[in-house]
């Protein structure tokens, strides 16, 4: 998604990434950060990863109209996520903000943890 008015906040020291939100409900999309799992890994594009990789964070309409989140690399889809904060991350994608998703391991077996946060 090319939102160009795109907002970035500071990163908070945020703990595990994992864990659920609490009861805040006035999200501070600039400082979230998420760590999780890249699903449905596409194998041409994921062999090419290395610690450390910033991937693009964008929504994909699928069919239906559904939006899923996806992480891309050189412009192609290297999986989706479906972390716990889901869907505050969909609502803040759609209220401008960007992310990305940084590579956490040295991807071997096609598994890749990656951080999702502001760039």
Sequence with gaps: MSGSGGRSGRIG??????AGGG???STD?????????LNSP?????ASLKKGNRLTVEIQ????GANSLVAKHSGQIAGSLTPPSLITILNCIQSGFQY???VLNDVT?????VRIQAP
Excluded: F, K, P, Q
Excluded at 29 to 37: A, M, N, Y
Excluded at 42 to 46: D, E, F, L, R
Excluded at 109 to 113: A, I, L, P, S, T
């Design 61 to 64: 309409v699928g069919a239906g």
């Design 109 to 113: 077996g096609g598994v890749v943890r």
């Design 42 to 46: 596409v194998s041409a594009v994921v």
């Design 23 to 25: 009861g805040d409900s």
């Design 13 to 18: 020291s945020g703990g595990a990434g994992d």
């Design 100 to 102: 990305v998703a940084v």
């Design 29 to 37: 999309c600039g400082l979230l950060i998420v760590e999780t799992t």
